[in-house]
């Protein structure tokens, strides 16, 4: 669990101080109906832990048993589904390019996983797509 958090560069900082920015700028662009605050803490916990037990745990747990090469097979369906099992109405309200959008980016990210050995990559552009639509 430390190793995907481990923070290697120092510029990892700057990824998370502009996802506070980012955050501080949701009230000015807000639109749902759920209230600002329960908003930013529901996304930014559940981003985190969608990328833990995804990319992180998960991931690992694939690479042993199956090889590095089938995680980009078996990831995308299963970060999909994940989706569409805990998001109501992701299929029926979501625009299909974000449903299309889901499993390219599942791709990006267990890339990512693999390239830097953490993940803050993986939420900051996780968080910053629900920044920018919230």
Request: glycine share 4%; proline share 4%.
């Amino acid at each position: 669990m430390q190793s995907l958090f481990k923070i290697q560069d120092k510029k990892i900082y700057l990824l998370y101080i502009i996802l506070v920015l980012g955050l501080a700028s949701i009230p000015w662009h807000y639109h749902m109906e759920l209230p600002v605050w329960q908003y930013m803490l529901f996304v930014s916990v559940s981003v985190v832990w969608q990328n833990v037990i995804t990319f992180g745990i998960f991931q690992d747990a694939l690479k042993e048993r199956v090889g590095k090469k089938w995680i980009y097979l078996l990831i995308p369906p299963i970060f999909l589904l994940g989706h569409i099992a805990f998001i109501i109405n992701f299929l029926t309200k979501t625009a299909p390019l974000v449903v299309a959008f889901v499993p390219v980016m599942s791709l990006l990210f267990a890339y990512l996983r693999e390239k830097t050995g953490h993940l803050h990559w993986q939420i900051f552009l996780h968080l910053m797509f629900y920044i920018l639509t919230a």
